[in-house]
Nanobody, 118 residues
Framework: VHLQASGGGLVQAGGSLRLSCAAS????MGWFRQAPGKEREFVAA????????YYADSVKGRFTISRDNAKNTVYLQMNTLKPEDTAVYYC????????????????WGQGTQVTVSS
């Protein structure tokens, strides 16, 4: 499974970005992020059907994960961005319906940098 993440960039605090991850196949999908000097952390996950979603508390109400299975693409809409959201964002695919833990993911994309300036 090849995952291709895109959409990162530099944005001012309070701004928005939308990340995309192209992935073929019937997988639950998730976004994780890793800031400099920190471990990779869970951000959001979505089931294959799209009916199940889950968010980290730090992004709840600001980020929205969605998917378009006809386009084999998962999105992460990020609004009201904060400097602490600065990180490399990774998309992952899991054979589980929905997964919140990094070890439950089977495939990873290469990551896309998100930088939020204050």
């Amino acid at each position: 499974v090849h995952l291709q993440a895109s959409g990162g960039g530099l944005v001012q605090a309070g701004g928005s970005l939308r990340l995309s991850c192209a992935a073929s196949g019937r997988y639950g999908m998730g976004w994780f992020r890793q800031a400099p000097g920190k471990e990779r952390e869970f951000v959001a996950a979505i089931s294959w059907s799209g009916r199940g979603t889950y968010y980290a508390d730090s992004v709840k109400g600001r980020f929205t994960i969605s998917r378009d299975n006809a386009k084999n693409t998962v999105y992460l809409q990020m609004n009201t961005l904060k400097p602490e959201d600065t990180a490399v964002y990774y998309c992952g695919a899991t054979r589980r319906e929905l997964a919140l833990v990094e070890d439950d993911y089977n495939y990873w994309g290469q990551g896309t940098q998100v930088t939020v300036s204050s």
